[in-house]
């Protein structure tokens, strides 16, 4: 069956890179996707990354894949305060519509 | 920016009671979701909406629960007999589905307590 697996939990110091690691089922996606979401609030498009390629770069965000593993990660240079969030990733099986959504990762950046 | 809406942002019932949770999905977009997040675990699929009909829905989303669209603007969830397992964040999201790259714009969720 799918499931997108995330690790729970990461620390960092503000400044350093955080890396968030997901490992995804089914390798006919066509995208994959990171959320974000801040306490109290809904899930917030980060970015995706189109299936055919391997990385995607958006200001402080690198999205790798690693479609023979099956393998996405986020990197997030010089992490702040502020993005102290969870994180999750989603993949869209082809013949579906809806998102299958990790377990999320708890992402705290210590000033 | 358009944003998808949902009320109520906290509602506290008993076990039993019938529970309507409404959401207003941006207005030019096809598709419409509900998705639930207990506490700590991970956001789950229930259904999707597209053309006044279900397209799909999970295992989650039994005889209970039902979604209709009764206007032009409105989505909403009905959960008719409510468990003390239904107590979750349940979130709306919809997407364009024209051309797009699947993204769903979500609210920012209903929390539902049942006790």
């Known amino acids: 069956g799918e499931d997108v697996e995330q690790s729970l939990f990461l620390s960092v110091r503000e400044g350093d890179s955080s890396v968030i690691n997901c490992t995804y089922t089914?390798?006919?996606?066509?995208?994959l996707y990171w959320y974000k979401q801040e306490p109290g609030a809904g899930l917030q498009l980060l970015t995706y990354?189109?299936?055919?390629?391997d990385m995607k770069q958006d200001q402080r965000l690198t999205v790798l894949l690693n479609k023979k593993d099956k393998h996405l990660s986020l990197r997030i240079a010089d992490t702040q305060t502020g993005d102290s969030a969870i994180y999750f990733c989603?993949?869209?099986?082809?013949?579906?519509?809806?998102?299958?959504f990790g377990s999320g990762t708890r992402l705290q950046v210590q000033p | 920016e358009p944003e998808v809406t949902q009320t109520p942002s906290h509602q506290v019932t008993q076990m039993g009671q019938e529970v309507i949770l409404r959401c207003v999905p941006i207005?030019?977009?096809?598709?419409f979701y509900w998705y639930r997040q207990i506490l700590g675990q991970k956001v789950e699929f229930l259904v999707s909406?597209?053309?006044?009909?279900?397209?799909?829905k999970s295992e989650i989303f039994d005889d209970q629960f039902s979604v209709e669209r009764p206007d032009g603007s409105n989505f909403t969830l009905k959960i008719r007999s409510t468990k003390l397992e239904d107590s979750a964040m349940y979130f709306c999201a919809s997407r364009t589905g024209q051309g797009d790259t699947g993204e769903l714009f979500f609210g920012e969720g209903s929390r539902l307590t049942v006790l």
């Open positions: 207005s030019n977009h096809l598709y």
């Open positions: 909406f597209y053309n006044n009909e279900i397209s799909e």
């Open positions: 089914d390798s006919s996606s066509t995208y």
């Open positions: 989603a993949e869209s099986p082809p013949g579906r519509r809806a998102l299958t």
């Open positions: 990354i189109f299936s055919n390629m």
